[in-house]
């Protein structure tokens, strides 16, 4: 088990620019979640997958935010045209369910995005 | 709308006591799932404990326990023998049961712990 992995773990951008942020979950596990947390704050849904399904999108993911699950396994994270706004900590976390059984969601270190 | 309030944003305990933090939820649903996680700082947020409402028993995790109280939507932590490794944000988070998905987060509390 080599845990939740994210890349970059820092991204400092201008205003404007798209980046994108990938993460590997635990390799067994099927579903993948993205959230947001801002200072102070706790985390904040995004979005999550089932394999590579999109299960799910919160209202705050607006149409400059695309994520995806190709294949089931890695997913990326995609900001276009990024605010002031967006600078925040993403945190992806994994976890194995099986139809109504809910495993606990193994977090990553998170990426950090800063907009100049 | 589910919500989960931690009213504490910060709270300090000495070495080797114990503290204990708060968390109301609310919620019209019946088969839920609560959790307190922990956030060093600038570290993975990792899982502390979990309780599953349909269990009456609280939860524990070694020095970790809580107290569910379903009627009054209240989930508080107590952490006995605090250790200096203790001291980071704890987040208390709602799960609705069932094949949904997504945690309900607090604001979290910052704690403290002094030598």
């Known amino acids: 088990d080599t845990g939740v992995s994210q890349d970059p773990r820092h991204k400092i951008t201008k205003r404007g620019q798209n980046v994108t942020f990938r993460c590997d979950p635990i390799?067994?596990?099927?579903?993948l979640y993205w959230y947001r947390q801002t200072l102070g704050q706790g985390p904040e849904f995004l979005t999550y997958?089932?394999?590579?399904?999109?299960?799910?999108k919160s209202r705050l993911l607006s149409d400059r935010f695309s994520a995806e699950r190709p294949k089931g396994s890695f997913s990326t994270l995609e900001i276009q045209r990024t605010e002031q706004g967006d600078s925040a900590m993403y945190l992806c976390?994994?976890?194995?369910?099986?139809?109504?059984?809910?495993?606990?969601?193994?977090f990553g270190d998170g990426t950090r995005l800063s907009i100049l | 709308a589910q919500t989960v309030t931690q009213s504490q944003p910060e709270m300090s305990v000495q070495e080797a006591e114990t503290v204990t933090l708060s968390c109301t939820y609310d919620?019209?649903?019946?088969?839920?799932?609560l959790f307190w996680y922990k956030q060093p700082p600038s570290r993975q947020m990792i899982l502390v404990i979990r309780?599953?409402?349909?269990?009456?028993q609280n939860a524990t995790e070694n020095r970790f326990s809580v107290n569910f109280q379903k009627a009054a939507k209240s989930f508080s932590l107590k952490i006995s023998d605090s250790q200096l490794g203790d001291a980071a944000m704890y987040f208390c988070?709602?799960?609705?049961?069932?094949?949904?998905?997504?945690?309900?987060f607090g604001k979290g509390t910052k704690l403290s712990v002094k030598p």
């Open positions: 988070a709602y799960l609705i049961g069932g094949s949904q998905g997504n945690l309900i």
């Open positions: 390799s067994e596990h099927n579903r």
């Open positions: 919620t019209s649903e019946s088969d839920y799932y």
């Open positions: 976390a994994s976890s194995l369910n099986w139809g109504v059984s809910n495993q606990p969601q193994h």
């Open positions: 309780q599953e409402a349909y269990k009456q």
């Open positions: 997958f089932q394999n590579e399904a999109q299960l799910e």
